[in-house]
């Protein structure tokens, strides 16, 4: 190994060891327009009574210090139920966190459904692809780009490493040429399942609507789609989270192990649902170490 790579991973574990606990509040994304030209398709909403518009997809970059920099990226999936997006604390600053850790992270403002139940998974496999375009720019390693979600965006994160293609070399957009793959996922306390038996009821009417669907059911229950290509996983759930029961993680965990695919599975055993990124919770220690260890060996090693 050279003397520069040395000294590039002795100031990034520096760094990255550090820095348990800030995140830099300060910071300020870059803003861009995920389908520049308009979105291929309309989920058929306007802006709401908050004056949030969710028919308009978007990708908040955040970029590491050049000395801090892993090379690594992840994209992220807020929660909201697939109706909004709760989009500061399972997002923004949680994007930071990463940052700070010598991490690319790019919130994504995905479009919610409405009805369109194939539109959140399209736009987050166009910004895995964009982050992969944007490889040698921000200078990240294509091969690190992973994919993180919480809640219900934790079900759209566990639906794009179970659902992914290779890119179309032969497409005009030259974005679409790349690999839609996560190289790794991690999910805080997720939708999992379509199943009545232990879904989130809320998200699942939001995705695929009213009623029993049963292809949309199974094409959904992300359990029942994983398979030798999905990629390493970390999950962290509460063990008293009655609105996304715990055995959603643990059936992904389960069929995660069935096919030999290196998962950690943590559930702690306070906090309910949605405590998100928030360092003043318990939560943030019990989640934040075991999950920068985690990213250490498995992603930046």
């Known amino acids: 190994m050279s003397q520069k790579k040395i000294m590039r991973c002795i100031l990034f574990l520096f ?24 979105e291929p398709e309309s989920n058929g909403l306007t802006i709401n ?47 930071r966190w990463l940052s700070d850790n010598g991490i690319t992270a790019v919130v994504l403002k995905y479009r919610m459904p409405n009805r369109h139940h194939f539109i959140p998974l399209k736009d987050a496999q166009r910004a895995m692809r964009t982050i992969r375009s944007k490889a040698e720019e921000w200078d990240i390693d294509p091969d690190k780009i992973g994919i993180s979600g919480f809640s219900a965006g934790g079900h759209l994160a566990s639906t794009a490493a179970t659902r992914f293609d290779t890119g179309n070399v032969s497409d005009a957009d030259p974005i679409e040429r790349f690999s839609s793959r996560p190289d790794f996922a991690i999910l805080f306390y997720p939708v999992i399942t379509m199943k009545e038996e232990f879904a989130h009821l809320g998200s699942r009417r939001n995705l695929i609507g009213d009623g029993f669907n049963a292809e949309l059911v199974k094409r959904y229950s992300n359990e029942e789609h994983v398979s030798a290509q999905t990629p390493p996983t970390f999950l962290i759930t509460s063990d008293n989270d009655r609105s996304v029961v715990p055995r959603n993680s643990i059936e992904f965990y389960l069929a995660l192990k069935r096919h030999n695919i290196p998962a950690v599975l943590y559930i702690i055993p306070d906090g309910g649902h949605g405590w998100g990124t928030n360092p003043e919770r318990a939560q943030f220690i019990e989640w934040s170490v075991p999950l920068k260890a985690w990213l250490l060996k498995t992603v930046i090693r």
């Open 15 to 38: 760094a990255f060891f550090a820095q348990t606990t800030l995140i830099c509040f300060a910071q300020q994304p870059i803003e861009m327009e995920l389908w520049r030209g308009g």
């Open 49 to 95: 009574e908050n004056g949030e518009d969710y028919s308009v997809a978007k990708l908040y970059v955040y970029r590491p210090e050049r000395l801090n920099n892993s090379r690594a990226a992840v994209v992220i999936c807020p929660g909201g139920g697939y109706s909004r997006l709760a989009i500061d604390h399972e997002g923004h600053d949680y994007a």
